[in-house]
């Protein structure tokens, strides 16, 4: 589904910067993309989106297996 109409960027698309990048800093993640840079009106879901694939994002899983 799209996010930003007008730079053509899905949710898919912030769901793989975030996984990639390995952050959920909507700025960075948002520049980069170029989503918000032209109408603006798309920033608030495109921030709500980041934020749930970042919850959705295992950052930290090397220190799951300290078991020794
Ligand atoms: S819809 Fe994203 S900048 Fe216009």
């Known amino acids: 589904m799209y996010v ?3 730079k053509g960027i899905t949710d898919k698309q912030i769901q793989d910067a975030v996984t ?3 952050s959920n800093n909507p700025k960075e993640i948002l520049k980069a993309l170029g989503v918000g840079s032209d ?6 879901d495109a921030v709500k989106t980041l934020v749930e694939a970042a919850a ?9 297996s ?3």
């Open 39 to 44: 109408c603006g009106s798309c920033v608030e």
């Open 66 to 68: 300290t078991n020794s």
């Open 4 to 6: 930003c109409i007008c």
């Open 56 to 64: 959705r994002t295992p950052f930290e899983m090397k220190d799951s």
């Open 20 to 22: 990639a990048r390995k």
